[in-house]
């Protein structure tokens, strides 16, 4: 299987598709129109879309920002529709109104998962089908129902399910509004055939709800539950690591909420096992955190979800490479650039770090009159990196309309 990252902008505008390593069949006649350009059993996620158009906050005279390079395309309709359109924060170079209303406001395969206070201000603009936009849920090892899950059906009849993950882990205390990470794993379909557990989760409407294509999300009780495991070996007991202060643990039950999208049901699921499972294929993993967060709070995120899923050593890093301090008084820290993100690279074993939000933009207004910005450059990244024993780690700075395609 493999995630290509495509940077849409100069900023911090990715889309992320990830997709399964066996041949996809071509999708039934009745299924192939625009939004299923993709092969079955791909997923795609476009992380803080803002295309073209300033970013202004609050008035001009706060904040006033433009790109100083053209984006590489000119509208969203220009990419195959998202499975989810991920916004990160409320702030309008994250959350640009202009650039989200150029979505489908009634897409049936397009999920807009924000921010909390960024999903109020999208619901605001009353422009999308409400069943579009839910908020994030902040994470908590304590809470399996705080991840948010999607089932990706098989790619064939007979085949096994996948999944896709999305968590959220906010900053505390953070005035300026800025910090946090967002975890994203992806567990790709298969088409080898697994006999059906009667016991276990998978349900003859999971198996067809890809064709079914229904107009409206059923009833919770009719959706398919949280999909299986990938195929593995028997269940291996984690007794000897009963002591860690965080339960490796994944969600197995039934789901305690769920919304579904045109073959492709999102459930947040309300049991936990304190078993772990050995996978057959590894789990993709990306942490996104374009102003960084403290590592102290994704450790608990890596030893509990991660760790259950098999998505170790992470994929994906995006986060900035600038430091950005504002006076205190202006909200601090706003980026914590290189030193924060060799934390997070060396203690996630990270295999690729992409820069992102290090764009150097045509800003304006009082809010920047007072901002001190460190740059780092790739080589900067790496070489601290190596003093921190994470040579291992790709760092790439990628240009406006490039892409990147990484294996698992």
Known sequence: MSLTVKHLNGDTTFLLTFSPNEFAPPSPPELQYRQYQQPPGTFSILIDPWISGPSTMWHPKFLLSKHTSPSCIQNLSHIPEPNVVLVSQDKPDHCHEATLRQLDPTSPITTILAEPAAARKIRNFKFFDPAMVHSLRVYSDKKPDSIIRFYIPPMVPGGTSGEATISFIPAKMDVAGV????????????????????????????????????????????????????????????????????????????????????????????????????????????????????????????????????????????????????????????????PGGVEIAQNLMAKCWISAHDEEKDSSGLSVMSVKTRKYNTEEAREMLRQQKGNNVDVVSLGVGAEMVLKA
């Open 179 to 338: 910090h946090n990470a967002i975890g994203i794993t992806y567990r790709p379909p298969q088409s080898s055939y697994i006999p059906p557990n009667p016991f276990g989760p998978q349900s003859a409407s999971s198996q067809s709800r890809f064709h079914q294509l229904p107009k409206e999300p059923p009833a919770p009780q009719n959706l398919p539950l949280t999909p299986p495991e990938s195929p593995e070996p028997p269940i291996r007991q984690t007794s000897a690591m009963s002591h860690s202060s965080h339960s490796l643990s994944h969600g197995s039950g039934p789901p305690s909420s769920t919304f579904s999208k045109h073959g492709r049901s999102i459930s947040s699921s309300s049991s936990v096992t304190s078993t772990t499972r050995l996978h057959s294929e590894k789990t993709l993993s990306v942490i996104y955190s374009p102003h960084g967060v403290d590592y102290s709070l994704i450790r608990p995120y890596a030893s509990s979800h991660l760790v259950a899923s098999a998505a170790l050593p992470l994929t994906l890093l995006l986060h900035s490479f600038s430091r950005v301090q504002n006076p205190w008084w202006m909200g601090g820290n706003i980026a914590t650039g290189v």
